[in-house]
């Protein structure tokens, strides 16, 4: 069995091929040419060289290919450049599904993200919670329209379509938000908490990489959504768990709620004016996730996929580990 898999250089990507490679599937991964990729080299798979806003270069990798994973995504909360969100997220994906149908797979997964259901009226919401009125990050909006072209070609064109959403994911070696916001607080970089209330879904990323495979091998569930969701958390109860394994204080100012947005203005007009990313990770995208939140129900991968979820505090025991030879 071939699988075609975008994204494979990626956060999520390395546990997805990680866990595949092992299975005595044929792995086969579009990289870019300036990406990193001696771990998908240990673990043989081929490459193949492009991009997905290239058809040509997916139409190349995609022949023979049984399967297919999109993990391709512009996945941030500030770019110097924001036609990125829209040239991955959204022409991206429409390139991958269209290719896949060109192409006859049997199977396509799509990885999406919860933040594309903004602030459902249900708390916890469903995958069949109807989505919310706005969405917080360009990041969430251009992932929610590139979602609906592969759900518009599922319906008119029989794409094979299987979509997973997964939360904040947390694991060993992250370099995006979450894995950020916890080197920050391990080196003691941040002068400030803030939204302590506020409540996110947080997944371990082995976790994910197993919804994943699972969605993949099930038979007979085209057009079914997957919540990849694990521990509701507030982000006081996130500080207190890396002040206790890391064994750092934590910062003593609290910014107000009100005063947040002000700061996070501030920084993102100096970031895109010297075109460097907003001091902190306080952009005005990231706060806006960060201050509605998000509580979604991941119960329905549990119960049929048979997906067992990590606590929440080994995902972070293993952020904080991978990071501790910088911090010592």
């Not at 990680?18 to 792995?27: I, T, V």
Request: aromatic residues 8%.
């Amino acid at each position: 069995m071939k699988i075609f898999i975008t994204g494979a250089t990626g956060f999520i990507g390395r546990h997805v091929v990680k866990r595949l490679a092992g299975s005595g599937y044929e792995l086969r991964c579009l990289v870019r040419a300036t990406s990193d990729v001696d771990e998908l080299q240990k673990q043989g798979v081929t490459l193949v060289t492009g991009d997905v806003t290239d058809k040509g270069s997916i139409l190349a990798g995609i022949r023979g290919c049984e399967w297919v994973i999109n993990l391709a995504n512009a996945y941030s909360y500030w770019e110097p450049d924001k036609r990125t969100y829209e040239g991955i997220n959204v022409r991206g994906t429409q390139n991958v599904m269209e290719c896949a149908l060109a192409a006859g797979v049997s199977k396509v997964v799509h990885i999406s993200s919860v933040v594309i259901y903004g602030k459902p009226e249900q708390s916890p919401f469903s995958e069949e919670s109807p989505i919310g009125p706005r969405r917080f990050s360009r990041y969430a909006q251009t992932k929610y329209e590139g979602d609906l072209i592969a759900w518009d070609l599922y319906e008119k064109n029989n794409l094979p379509l299987v979509m997973i959403y997964p939360g904040a994911v947390m694991g060993p070696g992250d370099p995006k938000a979450t894995g950020k916001y916890i080197k920050d607080m391990i080196e003691r970089r941040l002068p400030a908490t803030l939204y302590l209330d506020s409540r996110l879904t947080f997944v371990h990323v082995r976790d994910v990489a197993e919804v994943i495979v699972r969605a993949l091998e099930k038979k007979g569930n085209a057009g079914e959504k997957y919540f990849a969701c694990g521990q509701h958390l507030s982000f006081r109860e996130i500080n207190t768990m890396i002040k206790e394994i890391a064994g750092v204080p934590l910062p003593r100012l609290t910014l107000p709620d009100w005063l947040v947005p002000v700061n996070a203005a501030l920084l993102t007009a100096v970031a895109d004016l010297i075109k460097k990313p907003p001091l902190w990770g306080l952009s005005v995208d990231q706060i806006s996730t960060m201050r509605a939140g998000f509580v979604a129900d991941g119960s329905k991968a549990a119960r049929e996929l048979g997906i067992t979820y990590t606590p929440i505090r080994v995902a972070v025991e293993e952020a904080i580990a991978s990071y501790q030879p910088a911090h010592s």
